[in-house]
C-alpha cells in the first residue's frame, strides 16, 4: 500500500488505457519493465498498467538477515550493561534432561562468554542421579526439598556429579567453540563443607561453610567458564552432596556477581502456586520472606529462594528465578528489559 502512493496513474482518451510510472524512492526498487492489461469496459478496449520496471519482494533470506541484524542492535544496550560482570547460572531440572533445552544453554553461555560476559556454571544432577539409583535399585528420599544421603547415595552422587555430568557439560562447551573448566567443591578447596543441623535426617548433606574464589578468578578474568560440580568435602575429608542452588549463591556471593540466575521447572515464583498467571515479575527480599511465612513457597522452592535471599545479602545486585523450560531464556532474561522468570532485589 505504500508504494502505489508512490506510482501515478494517467489515463489516454485515445486510446482507453492507464498507464502507470514510478516516481518515488521505491524506483530503486523497480528492476524489469513490465505492461499489465485488463478488460476496461464491455468494448473491446482495454487497461494497460505500464511501469519501468518491476518491485522486488523481499526475500525470506533478506528478513531473516534483518531480523538479525535488528536483533544485535536491540541487545547492544544489555551487552554494554554486563560486559566484563560475573554471572552465576544454576543449571538444572529439564534443561539438563531435554538435549535441545541442554543445547540452548550451552550455547547461550557461549554467546554470553563471546560479547564479553563472565558466565559461572553451577549444577546439579538430580534426574541423572535418579537414574543411576533406579538402576541400582535404591528409592530416592527427599526431605524439605533436599536429598536424602547415605553412604551408598554419597557415592553415586559424587560418581554422577563429578564424573560424568561435569565432564560431558564442559566437553558440550568446549565443542560449542567456548573453553570451559570442570570443578568440584573439593578442587583448589573451592568449597569447604559442613554437615546440616538436621543431618540426622538428611545423611550426609551438607551445607557451604567457606568459598574460596582463589582457583576461580584467573579461569574467570581469562575468559574461561568454570563448570563446579555441587560436591565438597568437610575438614576431615568427607564428602557432602550440597543442594546446587546453594552453592550457586555463594558462589555468586564469593565472586561479587552481578546477577544470580537458578534455571528451574517453574515460571518463576507464583503469588498463587495454583495459577500460572499469578507469576510475580520482580519482589524484593521482604516480600520473598512473607510469602515463605504465608505458605505460599513450599518445598523445592523454598532453597532456591533462600539462596537468593543469601547472595544478596551478600553483595550480589539481583538474583532471578527463570524457566529453563524454555529454549534460550538466560538470554531471554539478560539480553531484555521484561526477562522470562521472577527477579528478586536486595
Given at each position: 500500500m505504500k508504494m502505489a502512493k508512490a506510482l501515478n496513474l494517467s489515463a489516454s482518451p485515445s486510446t482507453s488505457t492507464l498507464s502507470l510510472s514510478s516516481s518515488s524512492k521505491y524506483s530503486n526498487l523497480l528492476k524489469t519493465p513490465t505492461t499489465l492489461s485488463f478488460p476496461f469496459s464491455h468494448?473491446?478496449?482495454?487497461?494497460?498498467?505500464?511501469?519501468?520496471?518491476a518491485a522486488t519482494i523481499?526475500?525470506?533470506?533478506?528478513?531473516?538477515?534483518?531480523?538479525?541484524?535488528?536483533v544485535l542492535s536491540e541487545s547492544l544496550p544489555y551487552i554494554q550493561k554486563f560486559r566484563g560482570k560475573t554471572i552465576v547460572v544454576k543449571y538444572g531440572g529439564a534443561a539438563m534432561k531435554q538435549p535441545e533445552?541442554?543445547?540452548?544453554?550451552?550455547?547461550?553461555?557461549?554467546?554470553?562468554?563471546?560479547?564479553?560476559?563472565?558466565?559461572?556454571?553451577?549444577?546439579?544432577?538430580?534426574?541423572?542421579?535418579?537414574?543411576?539409583?533406579?538402576?541400582?535399585?535404591?528409592?530416592?528420599?527427599?526431605?524439605?526439598?533436599?536429598?536424602?544421603?547415605?553412604?551408598?547415595?554419597?557415592?553415586?552422587?559424587?560418581?554422577?556429579?563429578?564424573?560424568?555430568?561435569?565432564?560431558d557439560l564442559v566437553s558440550l562447551i568446549n565443542k560449542a567453540g567456548a573453553t570451559a573448566v570442570g570443578l568440584s567443591g573439593m578442587d583448589g578447596r573451592l568449597l569447604m563443607a559442613k554437615p546440616t543441623p538436621n543431618s540426622a535426617q538428611l545423611g550426609f548433606v551438607g551445607e557451604v561453610a567457606r568459598v574460596d574464589p582463589t582457583i576461580l578468578q584467573p579461569l574467570v578474568n581469562?575468559?574461561?567458564?568454570?563448570?563446579?560440580?555441587?560436591?565438597?568435602?568437610?575438614?576431615?575429608?568427607?564428602?557432602?552432596?550440597?543442594?546446587?542452588?546453594?552453592?550457586?549463591?555463594?558462589?555468586?556471593?564469593?565472586?561479587?556477581?552481578?546477577?544470580?540466575?537458578?534455571?528451574?521447572?517453574?515460571?518463576?515464583?507464583?503469588?498463587n502456586k495454583d495459577d500460572p498467571g499469578s507469576l510475580l515479575k520482580e519482589i524484593d527480599i521482604k516480600g520473598v520472606k512473607k510469602l515463605i511465612d504465608e505458605k505460599k513457597v513450599a518445598g523445592g522452592m523454598i532453597p532456591k529462594v533462600n539462596c537468593c535471599v543469601a547472595s544478596l545479602s551478600q553483595g550480589v545486585r539481583t538474583a532471578s528465578i527463570i524457566d529453563g523450560r524454555v529454549q534460550h531464556s538466560l538470554l531471554h532474561e539478560i539480553m531484555s528489559e521484561e526477562g522470562i522468570g521472577t527477579m528478586i532485589t536486595g
Amino acid at each position: 500500500m505504500k508504494m502505489a502512493k508512490a506510482l501515478n496513474l494517467s489515463a489516454s482518451p485515445s486510446t482507453s488505457t492507464l498507464s502507470l510510472s514510478s516516481s518515488s524512492k521505491y524506483s530503486n526498487l523497480l528492476k524489469t519493465p513490465t505492461t499489465l492489461s485488463f478488460p476496461f469496459s464491455h468494448h473491446s478496449h482495454s487497461l494497460t498498467i505500464k511501469s519501468s520496471a518491476a518491485a522486488t519482494i523481499p526475500t525470506p533470506t533478506t528478513s531473516a538477515n534483518q531480523f538479525r541484524v535488528d536483533v544485535l542492535s536491540e541487545s547492544l544496550p544489555y551487552i554494554q550493561k554486563f560486559r566484563g560482570k560475573t554471572i552465576v547460572v544454576k543449571y538444572g531440572g529439564a534443561a539438563m534432561k531435554q538435549p535441545e533445552l541442554k543445547a540452548s544453554v550451552v550455547s547461550d553461555l557461549v554467546l554470553l562468554s563471546c560479547v564479553g560476559l563472565r558466565p559461572v556454571l553451577v549444577h546439579g544432577g538430580g534426574p541423572e542421579i535418579n537414574h543411576w539409583l533406579k538402576l541400582l535399585n535404591i528409592e530416592p528420599l527427599f526431605h524439605e526439598g533436599l536429598r536424602v544421603t547415605d553412604a551408598k547415595t554419597m557415592e553415586i552422587v559424587s560418581m554422577v556429579l563429578v564424573g560424568k555430568v561435569n565432564k560431558d557439560l564442559v566437553s558440550l562447551i568446549n565443542k560449542a567453540g567456548a573453553t570451559a573448566v570442570g570443578l568440584s567443591g573439593m578442587d583448589g578447596r573451592l568449597l569447604m563443607a559442613k554437615p546440616t543441623p538436621n543431618s540426622a535426617q538428611l545423611g550426609f548433606v551438607g551445607e557451604v561453610a567457606r568459598v574460596d574464589p582463589t582457583i576461580l578468578q584467573p579461569l574467570v578474568n581469562n575468559g574461561h567458564i568454570p563448570v563446579i560440580a555441587s560436591v565438597a568435602a568437610d575438614e576431615l575429608g568427607q564428602s557432602y552432596n550440597i543442594n546446587a542452588d546453594t552453592v550457586a549463591g555463594e558462589v555468586a556471593a564469593a565472586l561479587g556477581a552481578e546477577k544470580l540466575i537458578l534455571l528451574t521447572d517453574v515460571a518463576g515464583i507464583l503469588e498463587n502456586k495454583d495459577d500460572p498467571g499469578s507469576l510475580l515479575k520482580e519482589i524484593d527480599i521482604k516480600g520473598v520472606k512473607k510469602l515463605i511465612d504465608e505458605k505460599k513457597v513450599a518445598g523445592g522452592m523454598i532453597p532456591k529462594v533462600n539462596c537468593c535471599v543469601a547472595s544478596l545479602s551478600q553483595g550480589v545486585r539481583t538474583a532471578s528465578i527463570i524457566d529453563g523450560r524454555v529454549q534460550h531464556s538466560l538470554l531471554h532474561e539478560i539480553m531484555s528489559e521484561e526477562g522470562i522468570g521472577t527477579m528478586i532485589t536486595g
